[in-house]
């Protein structure tokens, strides 16, 4: 379906739950959420409900995210079920790997064709630090399980933070090396918990070129980074600039959170529920929702944050 801009929307981001074993700096506060209802969840059922509905009305590709979408009993359940309806042509995953060796297969046995695992650091202290106590092996056993699994592409999801990891680029790049998978640098994006974060933390993407002066462009892959290719390297290094250099005019997303409500913009508070609609009324929510998708994010930096009114952790990134 086309929005008001023009804009063919057939992406949808899910996050099928706000909970995570993890408590990021950026993305969620220390002490957790408090557990909303089971009743104000959206349930399995309701989910594939969304997505068949989703499916009519053009959308080919959902991510599963959250939260940690892998703290969810019924996460291979839910892949397989989505991948299983007519019109989706790839399920993919976001997750912060350390959940994800015994369900690497299962998973992709559901159906799941790509694979992001978030990755800030590959030093074991800051890595405890950023994620507030996570662990750096159990991180790159998911990273390792998720190469043997077979994914079609597995990628590593990198937020770039000044003073933090941006004397990590080389190293970061150049897994790409070493191992069959992308290494992609995201702008911090300043949500409403990531106070913390000053000014200095928001670096720009092209820092990482900065970094890396032998990298040359590498072709597109219709995503919304821009690629890059370091010599005799197995995959891409991708800039994701959200902050810097917004790629609103071409989004081709919507996402969907736990407690089932549509958000068309990842930085506006407007949102559409499903929570309890029969097949007609989802499919009239999700037209108004993708038609009133908004043009643009508005202003994003240290001082303008996001106006999503939800932290990362209940979008799903
Ligand atoms: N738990 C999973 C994970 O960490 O990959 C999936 C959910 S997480 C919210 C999805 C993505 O959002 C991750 O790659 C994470 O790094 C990114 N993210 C979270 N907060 C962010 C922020 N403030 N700025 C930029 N990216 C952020
Ligand atoms: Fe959890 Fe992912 Fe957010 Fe980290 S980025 S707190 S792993 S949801």
Known sequence: MIDQYNREITYLRISITELCNLRCRYCMPADGVCKK???????????VRAVETAAMLGITKVRITGGEPLVKKNAVSICRRIAAVPGIREVCLTT???????????????????????????????????????????AWSGIE????????????????????????????????????????FIELM???????????????????????????PAAADGGVARLYR???????????????????AGCNRIRL??????????????EYSLKGLDDAGMKARLEQAIWNKPLWHGELDASHRSRAGRNMNQIGG
Request: with cysteine.
């Open 96 to 138: 912060n790997g350390t959940l994800l060796p015994p369900l690497a297969v299962p998973l992709r046995e559901a159906g799941v064709r790509r694979v992001n695992i978030s990755l800030d650091t590959l030093d074991e202290r800051k890595y405890a630090d950023i994620t507030r106590g996570g662990s750096l092996k159990d």
């Open 190 to 216: 300043p949500m409403c918990d990531s106070r913390e974060f000053d000014e200095s933390a928001f670096i720009p993407y092209t820092r990482v070129l900065e970094a890396l002066p032998e990298a040359v």
């Open 257 to 270: 959170t736990a407690d089932g409500k549509l958000k068309p913009c990842l930085h506006s508070c407007e």
């Open 145 to 184: 399980a998720a190469l043997a699994a077979g994914f079609d592409r597995v990628k590593l999801n990198t937020v770039l933070i000044g003073g933090f990891n941006d004397d990590e680029i080389v190293p970061l790049a150049e897994l790409t090396k070493k191992y069959p998978l992308d290494v992609r």
């Open 230 to 248: 370091l010599p005799g390297a197995q995959g891409n290094v991708g800039l994701i600039s959200p902050v810097s250099d917004h790629f609103c």
């Open 37 to 47: 209802r089971h009743e104000e969840m959206l349930t399995e059922d309701e989910l």
